[in-house]
């Protein structure tokens, strides 16, 4: 039996914001457009759609499972899909096919709305990748991003009518932002409500568009923002900032922007979780009879103690030189591999020297 929650990674006891927000992050991680793994974006899928429908859940809190068909309607083919958080696909970006209309085609089709009525102004969810050095990564880093992005239109500040004129109410929908179509067949007569093609589901019009943004409540335009980056921030984590997507048409709540993390590949040491490991050399002298060791670490040297009789390959646990926790208090550690270098040239009195080593045994 699948455990859906933990998929999700929350308790049983979880609100339902709770596992909206943990499904978000996880379908953004592992999406498969964003080169994520198309088989666990599934699991998460199914595992979204059960913990989010009250009945569902109830049958699974119950008895583990869910049984398909027992108490439901009838359900349109694309319920549960989330529209507010669809990436951009290859294809919208190689052909400048834009998705965010998306839901009038299904209403078109299907006679329903995908997206909630009031969602429909939303902006989209917009996504960047931030390149990072790991010495960056020790402290909070203010990082500018420059976007071309939707705006709030400045001349009717996103109300979408010239300023001094007035919002009416839609004529063809009488202010319900949604019209009745009744269409013959040979089953009948059907019925059914889509969005109002005029007002596009507001309920009202402007008396005059406004000339700049043409109706819309906002403008394309590129656009500088500032960000904060947390401490200890990894590869492949995606920070979310709300409402610093595209602005929404007419009003309308902004969308939110992912910042995707990169960090760069480090000469010198190797990250793994908030760990850090590098390599020194050392002379065999130094290995054999024991000393002091200067050692690198992101912000400063340090000496390490190098006991008597060390081997190459052994390593040493310098505590708290790694990296900050995400979130949280203390840092990772330091691991220092020591191995033994052997001299490629050596002079005559060296050599001298080795001989009578090799004569005692060493």
Not at 121 to 142: S, T
Not at 171 to 200: H, M
Request: hydrophobic share 30%; glycine share 10%.
């Amino acid at each position: 039996m699948k455990d859906y929650y933990k998929i999700l990674g929350v308790p049983p006891d979880a609100s339902d914001e709770e596992i909206k927000k943990a499904y978000r992050r996880l379908a953004h991680k592992y999406h498969p457009d964003r080169g994520g793994d198309e088989k666990k974006f599934k699991e998460i899928n199914e595992a979204y759609q059960v913990l989010s429908d009250k009945e569902k859940r109830a049958q699974y809190d119950r008895y583990g499972k869910v049984f398909e068909g027992a108490g439901e309607g009838f359900r349109g083919p694309f319920e549960g899909f989330d529209f507010d958080n669809f990436w951009q696909s290859d294809f919208e970006r190689k052909t400048g096919f834009d998705f965010e209309n998306l839901e009038d085609l299904f209403e078109e089709f299907f006679g329903f709305s995908a997206r909630r009525k009031e969602d429909r102004r939303k902006g989209r969810d917009l996504e960047v990748i931030v390149e990072m050095n790991l010495e960056e990564v020790l402290k909070p880093q203010k990082k500018k991003i420059t976007l071309y992005k939707y705006v709030v239109c400045p001349r009717c500040d996103g109300k979408g009518a010239e300023p001094g004129s007035q919002l009416k109410e839609c004529p063809t929908c009488r202010g319900r932002g949604e019209v009745q179509q009744i269409k013959r067949t040979f089953f009948g007569t059907i019925s059914r409500y889509t969005t109002c093609p005029t007002c596009k589901g507001e309920g009202y019009i402007p008396e005059k568009p406004c000339n700049v943004c043409k109706g819309e409540g906002r403008i394309k335009k590129e656009e500088t923002i500032e960000i904060t980056i947390p401490a200890g921030v990894d590869s492949n984590q995606i920070l979310q900032f709300k409402g610093l997507g595209d602005a929404g048409r007419k009003g309308g709540k902004s969308g939110d922007l992912y910042v995707k993390i990169h960090i760069k590949p480090h000469p010198r040491f190797k990250r793994k979780h908030d760990d850090l490991y590098t390599i020194v050399q050392v002379p065999y002298s130094l290995a054999a009879l024991g000393s002091e060791v200067e050692v690198e670490t992101l912000e400063k040297t340090v000496l390490l103690k190098v006991p008597a009789g060390t081997e190459s390959g052994e390593v040493f646990r310098l505590k708290n030189l790694g990296i900050p926790h995400f979130g949280g208090y203390g840092r990772g550690d330091l691991y220092v591999e020591i191995q033994i270098k052997t001299p490629k040239r050596l002079t005559k009195k060296q050599k001298e020297l080795l001989k009578k080593l090799q004569e005692e045994g060493l």
